[in-house]
T-cell receptor
Framework: LAKTTQPISMDSYEGQEVNITCSHNNIATNDYITWYQQFPSQGPRFIIQGYKTKVTNEVASLFIPADRKSSTLSLPRVSLSDTAVYYCLVGENDYKLSFGAGTTVTVRA | SAVISQKPSRDICQRGTSLTIQCQVDSQVTMMFWYRQQPGQSLTLIATANQGSEATYESGFVIDKFPISRPNLTFSTLTVSNMSPEDSSIYLC??????????????FGPGTRLTVL
């Protein structure tokens, strides 16, 4: 499984855009990039998944450059409720997930 | 999507005892997974439980310590045996994960917070 590296923590304020970059230099051809969100005392929740270029849903956008060695999760106009740990995962299937350390995002008023 | 419940939500146990955690899903699923999340840490996959077959354990986890049952397509149990304080963690079950990437994702239960004294 490709190893991922992401910042340990990020601070932001309400209404700002938060961008979390994940490095995955050893990503394989068949690997997809998936982001999960985990609130305290809850299990992780799927946010977004992509293979290349840009993917957008109602929660976030995922930007993947052509070489796919990194990806950036973009959370638009964050609110206090977006305070959570965000995990970047890389793999060729949706089972046997390998979670890294994650990025703790703290949104302040 | 899938709705997953776990029982108990939390428990405090004495060392040397065992605890069985239940995971119930609101729909039939093929693959169920058990994870452990130690305090302040990320999630680690313990095992994969498919109905009708023995669970597959990840490196560092053994059946004698974490026996798993999967009697049907909506239910599974994980037992933490002969507990020690090092077993204090949150234990989560999840379902999903289609064979084809991009067609399914995993859905997680709320977790069981276990404290071993």
């Amino acid at each position: 499984l490709a190893k991922t590296t992401q910042p340990i923590s990020m601070d932001s304020y309400e209404g700002q855009e938060v961008n979390i970059t994940c490095s995955h230099n050893n990503i394989a051809t068949n690997d997809y990039i998936t982001w999960y969100q985990q609130f305290p005392s809850q299990g992780p929740r799927f946010i977004i998944q992509g293979y290349k270029t840009k993917v957008t849903n109602e929660v976030a956008s995922l930007f993947i450059p052509a070489d796919r060695k990194s990806s950036t999760l973009s959370l638009p106009r964050v609110s206090l409720s977006d305070t959570a740990v965000y995990y970047c995962l890389v793999g060729e299937n949706d089972y046997k997930l390998s979670f890294g350390a994650g990025t703790t995002v703290t949104v302040r008023a | 999507s899938a709705v997953i419940s776990q029982k108990p939500s939390r428990d405090i146990c004495q060392r040397g005892t065992s605890l069985t955690i239940q995971c119930q899903v609101d729909s039939q699923v093929t693959m169920m997974f058990w994870y452990r999340q130690q305090p302040g840490q990320s999630l680690t996959l313990i095992a994969t439980a498919n109905q009708g077959s023995e669970a597959t354990y990840e490196s560092g986890f053994v059946i004698d310590k974490f026996p798993i049952s999967r009697p049907n397509l909506t239910f599974s149990t994980l037992t933490v045996s002969n507990m020690s304080p090092e077993d204090s963690s949150i234990y989560l079950c999840s379902v999903g994960g289609g064979a084809l990437r991009g067609t399914d994702t995993q859905y997680f239960g709320p977790g069981t917070r276990l404290t071993v004294l």
